[in-house]
């Protein structure tokens, strides 16, 4: 019965659209919801992020619970679901709408055990962590609570059996080519933005990447031109660059940036935008946070992987505060139509993360 309600409330939040930057409507459904359940301190903060207070028994300092509430998909996506044996296909029902629904089955869990914890529990939905949200949401909660908590989790839909303590370091760029353009016969030899902003991504693919740090590079999205028989006088990219390490970063950073600089010359210009700066971080694997994270997991028959991803986790760890990055089941698909999650594992995902909370709360 629990585990049909939680579903059902997944799925309810699934079904409200919310790309990133326009959470309003799911905003405003959850925070309904966290009314409905008799919280305290509901209340929507200036970036949008909902959150709500669990009482506790104590005046320690508390714990903060956190799931992204925006998704990959545009507003006009259909997002049906369907169930087949085992699993439910929905496209941003793992990533993330069954971790809000999280929060939620936490709550009634710790209430159901009649469990008071030793310090307060604060339920955040914020706002975003994907594509250029640029973990707004998050930097928020942070700068709000900071170190003044016993640290952060941070709930995924699809993540069981991983512990999160390492932050993937992101840069974002767009980078535009200018030119005067013209006509493709009368004026041609005059620089195109195309072609100079081709020559441009050969040249950053071409650059040697460490394998130790993992660091990666990618150009994600190409636009420009105004037809097939014009010089394009513009054209635009977006460059995505990331090493588990600040330093390798930093050091990809500046090599990008001098074949910037070396691109521009007589008729051809080149701007550069930063669009996303996710830092790099981690908690070490004997942090108490960790290892509790790693034993509740054990608790449940699942055989823990430490791992590193890009996450709301990301801004915690940056700025030295503990925190980990828990799932709720397992599944596959994340940020296709084909999305889905895994049945049989969620009611020991969310049992772990009630004993996690107990453990941490403490």
Same mark, same amino acid.
């Given at each position: 019965?629990?585990?049909?309600?939680?579903?059902?409330?997944?799925?309810?939040?699934?079904?409200?659209?919310?790309?990133?930057?326009?959470?309003? =409507?799911?905003?405003?459904? $959850?925070?309904?919801? /966290? &009314?409905? *359940? +008799? %919280?305290?301190?509901?209340? #929507?903060?200036?970036? @949008?992020?909902?959150?709500?207070?669990?009482?506790?028994?104590?005046?320690?300092?508390?714990?903060?619970?956190?799931?992204?509430?925006?998704?990959?998909?545009?507003?006009?996506?259909?997002?049906?679901?369907?169930?087949?044996?085992?699993?439910?296909?929905?496209?941003?029902?793992?990533?993330?709408?069954?971790?809000?629904?999280?929060?939620?089955?936490?709550?009634?869990?710790?209430?159901?055990?009649?469990?008071?914890?030793?310090?307060?529990?604060?339920?955040?939905?914020?706002?975003?962590?994907?594509?250029?949200?640029?973990?707004?949401?998050?930097?928020?909660?942070?700068? =709000?609570?900071?170190?003044? $908590?016993?640290?952060? /989790? &941070?709930? *995924? +839909? %699809?993540?069981?059996?991983? #512990?999160?303590?390492? @932050?993937?370091?992101?840069?974002?760029?767009?980078?535009?080519?200018?030119?005067?353009?013209?006509?493709?016969?009368?004026?041609?030899?005059?620089?195109?933005?195309?072609?100079?902003?081709?020559?441009?991504?050969?040249?950053?693919?071409?650059?040697?990447?460490?394998?130790?740090?993992?660091?990666?590079?990618?150009?994600?999205?190409?636009?420009?031109?105004?037809?097939?028989?014009?010089?394009?006088?513009?054209?635009?990219?977006?460059?995505?660059?990331?090493?588990?390490?600040?330093?390798?970063?930093?050091?990809?950073?500046?090599?990008?940036?001098?074949?910037?600089?070396?691109?521009?010359?007589?008729? $051809?210009?080149?701007?550069?935008?930063?669009? +996303?700066?996710?830092?790099?971080?981690?908690?070490?694997?004997?942090?108490?946070?960790?290892?509790?994270?790693?034993?509740?997991?054990?608790?449940?028959?699942?055989?823990?992987?430490?791992?590193?991803?890009?996450?709301?986790?990301?801004?915690?760890?940056?700025?030295?505060?503990?925190?980990?990055?828990?799932?709720?089941?397992?599944?596959?698909?994340?940020?296709?139509?084909?999305?889905?999650?895994?049945?049989?594992?969620?009611?020991?995902?969310?049992?772990?993360?009630?004993?996690?909370?107990?453990?941490?709360?403490?």
């Amino acid at each position: 019965m629990f585990i049909e309600s939680l579903l059902d409330l997944a799925l309810q939040i699934q079904q409200i659209p919310a790309p990133t930057f326009d959470e309003a =409507r799911r905003a405003d459904f $959850v925070r309904a919801r /966290l &009314v409905a *359940e +008799g %919280l305290s301190d509901v209340q #929507v903060d200036s970036t @949008g992020n909902v959150l709500a207070r669990l009482p506790g028994k104590g005046t320690s300092l508390p714990l903060v619970v956190t799931a992204h509430l925006d998704t990959v998909f545009p507003p006009e996506m259909d997002l049906a679901s369907r169930r087949e044996a085992g699993k439910i296909i929905a496209p941003g029902l793992g990533d993330n709408a069954l971790g809000v629904a999280a929060l939620f089955g936490i709550s009634w869990q710790l209430r159901e055990r009649k469990a008071t914890l030793p310090c307060d529990l604060w339920f955040v939905a914020n706002v975003g962590e994907e594509g250029l949200g640029d973990l707004r949401g998050m930097r928020a909660v942070v700068d =709000r609570f900071g170190g003044k $908590v016993k640290g952060y /989790l &941070v709930v *995924e +839909g %699809l993540a069981f059996g991983h #512990v999160y303590n390492r @932050g993937t370091g992101v840069r974002r760029f767009r980078i535009t080519v200018h030119s005067s353009g013209g006509h493709s016969w009368t004026d041609f030899g005059k620089p195109s933005a195309i072609h100079e902003l081709a020559a441009l991504v050969t040249r950053i693919t071409a650059l040697e990447l460490p394998e130790e740090p993992r660091t990666t590079l990618n150009v994600g999205r190409v636009s420009g031109g105004t037809s097939i028989n014009t010089i394009a006088p513009e054209a635009w990219m977006e460059l995505d660059l990331r090493s588990e390490d600040e330093a390798a970063l930093r050091d990809l950073v500046k090599r990008v940036e001098e074949l910037i600089s070396a691109a521009n010359q007589p008729g $051809v210009s080149l701007e550069t935008t930063m669009i +996303g700066n996710r830092p790099a971080g981690r908690i070490l694997p004997d942090h108490p946070f960790i290892r509790s994270a790693m034993s509740c997991l054990r608790e449940q028959g699942v055989d823990p992987s430490l791992t590193i991803g890009s996450t709301d986790a990301n801004v915690p760890f940056s700025r030295g505060y503990p925190a980990v990055v828990l799932g709720v089941t397992t599944g596959g698909g994340a940020h296709t139509v084909n999305e889905f999650i895994d049945l049989p594992p969620i009611e020991k995902g969310i049992a772990q993360l009630v004993e996690f909370i107990i453990h941490a709360s403490k």
